[in-house]
T-cell receptor, first 111, second 115 residues
Framework: QQPVQSPQAVILREGEDAVINCSSSKALYSVHWYRQKHGEAPVFLMILLKGGEQKGHDKISASFNEKKQQSSLYLTASQLSYSGTYFCGTLVTGANSKLTFGKGITLSVRP | DTGVSQDPRHKITKRGQNVTFRCDPISEHNRLYWYRQTLGQGPEFLTYFQNEAQLEKSRLLSDRFSAERPKGSFSTLEIQRTEQGDSAMYLC?????????????FGPGTRLLVL
């Protein structure tokens, strides 16, 4: 089942902070965050694993609440380059490498 | 550049024609994935290979779709008798380990338009 992302869209001024969320109704093994710019491939940002391990971008932080099956991505001091669509991909426990992606959140950073 | 590459980047075809796309994964990656992405949606899983073995296929992958990875390196995705509903971005991704502990790295995609 597709994870739910919120909010649907975010508009920021440069330097502002944002939080975007991803929640699943199923038990998750890991959550993967990507950013996609128009016409380009999704670019890996962060992976959060069950048990607390994180790997990824050093300027972006994220959390994974295993009890609630929710993840949040924290974008601080946003830059113009942060604009794009953010997707979370979830790996359900036992799903054998199949990522299920949410619909994405469009984030626009303005000068 | 040693990232995932896909060819062609764009394809326009007429309804009923067959099309084939190619994906070259990152060289040391033994896992390869195909996804389809339509406007306003996230990537949807189509199929997955570990080396040359196709381990999983989505219900989205109708009988008109076939994917191969004959030598465990590059992969091809063929769509036979294309329909307008097949218009989408077809993304390929690869990884070196099971996705649980390692993420998937995406290629630039092939954008298909069926007229």
């Amino acid at each position: 089942q597709q994870p739910v992302q919120s909010p649907q869209a975010v508009i920021l001024r440069e330097g502002e902070d944002a939080v975007i969320n991803c929640s699943s109704s199923k038990a998750l093994y890991s959550v993967h965050w990507y950013r996609q710019k128009h016409g380009e491939a999704p670019v890996f940002l962060m992976i959060l694993l069950k048990g607390g391990e994180q790997k990824g971008h050093d300027k972006i932080s994220a959390s994974f609440n295993e009890k609630k099956q929710q993840s949040s991505l924290y974008l601080t001091a946003s830059q113009l380059s942060y604009s794009g669509t953010y997707f979370c991909g979830t790996l359900v426990t036992g799903a054998n490498s199949k990522l299920t992606f949410g619909k994405g959140i469009t984030l626009s950073v303005r000068p | 550049d040693t990232g995932v590459s896909q060819d062609p980047r764009h394809k326009i075809t007429k309804r009923g024609q067959n099309v084939t796309f190619r994906c070259d994964p990152i060289s040391e990656h033994n896992r390869l994935y195909w996804y389809r992405q339509t406007l306003g949606q996230g990537p949807e899983f189509l199929t997955y290979f570990q080396n040359e073995a196709q381990l999983e296929k989505s219900r989205l992958l109708s009988d008109r779709f076939s994917a191969e990875r004959p030598k465990g390196s590059f992969s091809t995705l063929e769509i036979q008798r294309t329909e307008q509903g097949d218009s989408a971005m077809y993304l390929c991704a690869s990884s070196s380990r099971p996705t649980g502990r390692e993420t998937q790295y995406f290629g630039p995609g092939t954008r298909l338009l069926v007229l």
